[in-house]
Structure formats: structure tokens, C-alpha cells
């Protein structure tokens, strides 16, 4: 079976949303094929929210490869609870920036007080672009108390970005 063979039934059985359909789906999480597995990925994050799905997405965020992390975490959006916050906060120095930048969008997309600091963190990240949608995360989050620290941080910052 070849890799859009593939995608085709991971598609098919995303339309189902039935429990089996979701089994079915991890299996391909195997494959060797990056487009196969990142497919299977985004279908899970399209399931309505389950606990087996959170377990997976969240193991899968320790994952080798970048773009299964940075997928993993995208499709963590819409999950809450302590399981979470913790494997989000895990990828805040990852190597990829991209994933970064998804974890400083999730930290700020579930709006906890507790996220404030892991994004203050982010402020001084290396990247630009995570920098700045760590600001915007705070103002997200929208506490008065985050103004003088964002002040502060945007003083030495120099990009335009």
C-alpha cells in the first residue's frame, strides 16, 4: 500500500469517530512514511476529546522527530488538565523552534495564571518569532501585573517582530 493508499483510510476512518476507528488510526502511528504518521496525528487531534487519545498525543511529544512533537502538540489543543500543562511545559526548550512556538501558543490558549511564568521564560528565547508570540500569550492571559514585565523585556528587544 503506498502512502496516499494510506492517508485515504486514515481519512475514511476519521469520519467514523468511533472508538475502533481510533485504533485502527494509532496503528499507523508505525509506519515508516512521516506523511502517514503525521496524518494519523492530525486525525486523532480532529476525535472528539478522549483520555486515550490525550495519553497518546502527550507520549508523542517526546517523540525523535520535530514535526511529530510539533504536531503532537497542535493536536493537544482543545486538552486540558494537569497531564498536559506538564507535557507542554516539558517541550518549552526544545530544539525546534517551531515546536517551541507551539508550546508558548498552547501555554497561552489554556489562559492558567501558572503559565504566566513559563512564558515569561519564553520572552528570552533565542527565536524572534517565539519571543513575541510568548508576549502575546501573556496578553492573552491579561493580567495588569504582566505590563511592567513585558515593558521591560520590550525595552532590549530589537526586532520589529
Known amino acids: 500500500m503506498n502512502t496516499e493508499q494510506k492517508i485515504n483510510i486514515i481519512k475514511k476512518l476519521q469520519q467514523h469517530q468511533e472508538r475502533s476507528s481510533i485504533l485502527k488510526i494509532v496503528k499507523f502511528l508505525e509506519d515508516d ?18 483520555d486515550c487519545i490525550k495519553s497518546i498525543l502527550i507520549k508523542l511529544t517526546e517523540y525523535s522527530d520535530e514535526e511529530i512533537r510539533y504536531y503532537a502538540l497542535e493536536s493537544l489543543k482543545g486538552y486540558d488538565g494537569e497531564d498536559v500543562f506538564e507535557a507542554i511545559v516539558r517541550k518549552l526548550k526544545d530544539s525546534d523552534e517551531l515546536v517551541r512556538i507551539s508550546v508558548v501558543e498552547a501555554i497561552g490558549d489554556l489562559n492558567e495564571i501558572k503559565g504566566l511564568e513559563h512564558l515569561y521564560e519564553a520572552l528570552t528565547d533565542k527565536e524572534e518569532i517565539v519571543r513575541g508570540y510568548a508576549a502575546e500569550g501573556i496578553g492573552k492571559i491579561g493580567k495588569a501585573a504582566s505590563i511592567p514585565i513585558l515593558e521591560k523585556y520590550l525595552k532590549y528587544e530589537t526586532s520589529s517582530l
Request: avoid cysteine; hydrophobic fraction near 50%.
Open 33 to 50: 512514511d512521516l506523511a502517514v504518521k503525521l496524518t494519523a496525528i492530525e486525525a486523532l487531534g480532529e476525535f472528539p476529546n478522549s
